[in-house]
C-alpha cells in the first residue's frame, strides 16, 4: 500500500501516539482524518499535519458512541472521498486494584471503572473497526486496519479493565484479519511498551528510573518509533493477523 494520498484516519488523533504517527503518515503524503474529543488538540495536530507535507481534518467524535462513529465514518468518506486505512488509537486508563484491603475494610474496583476502559478502549475499536471496514467494503477501498495494543495485554498488576481491554483487542485482530481478508483488507496490531508520552513526563523521576530499569534497552520508545512501525505495517502488504511488539525487549 502506497502512503501517499491515502485516506487514514486515526483515532486518538489529537495528542500523544496518534498525533505523533499521523504526523509521520503526513511526511509521507497520507491525507488523515483525526478523530478526538478536543477540539483545541486536534487543531494543532491538524496544523502539525499540515506542517508535514499532508492533508489533515479534524472530527470530534466518542468512539464509544455508535451514532457518533457511524456519522464520523461517512463524514470522513464524504469529505475524502474514500478511505484506505484507520488506526485504533483511542484509549483511556483507570488503573486500580481489584481489591484493597485497608483497616480491615475490603474495596472493589467499581463498576464504573471498570466499564469505562472497557467501553473506550475494546468497544470502541469494535465499532470504529465495524463502520470503517463496511464503508470500505461498500466503496470498494482496500487497506489496513491498526489496532494499537498493549504489553499490558499479557496482564498487569493494577490494570484489570486496561489488561483485559487489550487482550482482547490483540484477539479480535486475529480475527478480523481472516474475516476481511477476503475484501482486500488487513488488519494487524502494534503492542508498545513503556512510551515516552506527556503522561510518563508528569511521572517522578524516581519511579521513571525504576520503570526504565527493568527495561533490557535502559530506555522507554519514543512516539516517533511507533510511528515509524505503523507506516511500515501500512507499506508491507503480507502483514496482517499478527500483533508487532515493541516494547525494549520487556515482557511483562
Not at 494487524?188 to 513526563?201: N, S, V
Request: hydrophobic share 45%; proline share 2%.
Amino acid at each position: 500500500m502506497q502512503l501517499k494520498d491515502s485516506v487514514i484516519i486515526v483515532t486518538g488523533g489529537g495528542q500523544g501516539l496518534g498525533r505523533a504517527m499521523a504526523e509521520y503518515l503526513a511526511g509521507r503524503g497520507a491525507r488523515l482524518a483525526l478523530v478526538d474529543l478536543d477540539q483545541q488538540r486536534l487543531d494543532e495536530a491538524v496544523a502539525a499535519c499540515k506542517s508535514a507535507g499532508g492533508d489533515a481534518r479534524s472530527y470530534i467524535c466518542n468512539v464509544a458512541n455508535e451514532d457518533q462513529v457511524s456519522n464520523m465514518v461517512s463524514q470522513v468518506a464524504g469529505d475524502f472521498g474514500t478511505i484506505n486505512g484507520l488506526i485504533n488509537n483511542a484509549g483511556i486508563l483507570r488503573d486500580g486494584l481489584l481489591l484493597k484491603v485497608r483497616d480491615g475494610e475490603i474495596q472493589k474496583m467499581p463498576l464504573n471503572q471498570w466499564q469505562s476502559v472497557i467501553d473506550v478502549n475494546l468497544t470502541g475499536v469494535f465499532l470504529c473497526t465495524r463502520e470503517v471496514a463496511a464503508k470500505m467494503v461498500e466503496l470498494q477501498s482496500k487497506g489496513l486496519i491498526i489496532n494499537i495494543s498493549s504489553i499490558s495485554r499479557a496482564g498487569n498488576m493494577g490494570q484489570s479493565n486496561y489488561s483485559a481491554a487489550k487482550a482482547g483487542v490483540a484477539a479480535m485482530t486475529v480475527v478480523w484479519a481472516k474475516e476481511l481478508a477476503r475484501y482486500g483488507i488487513r488488519v494487524a496490531g502494534i503492542a508498545p511498551g513503556f512510551i515516552e508520552t506527556e503522561m510518563t513526563a508528569s511521572m517522578k523521576p524516581e519511579a521513571l528510573e525504576k520503570m526504565t530499569a527493568g527495561i533490557p534497552l535502559r530506555r522507554m520508545g519514543k512516539p516517533e518509533e511507533i510511528a515509524h512501525s505503523a507506516a511500515y505495517l501500512f507499506e508491507n502488504d503480507y502483514y496482517s493477523g499478527r500483533i508487532l511488539e515493541l516494547d525494549g525487549g520487556l515482557r511483562l
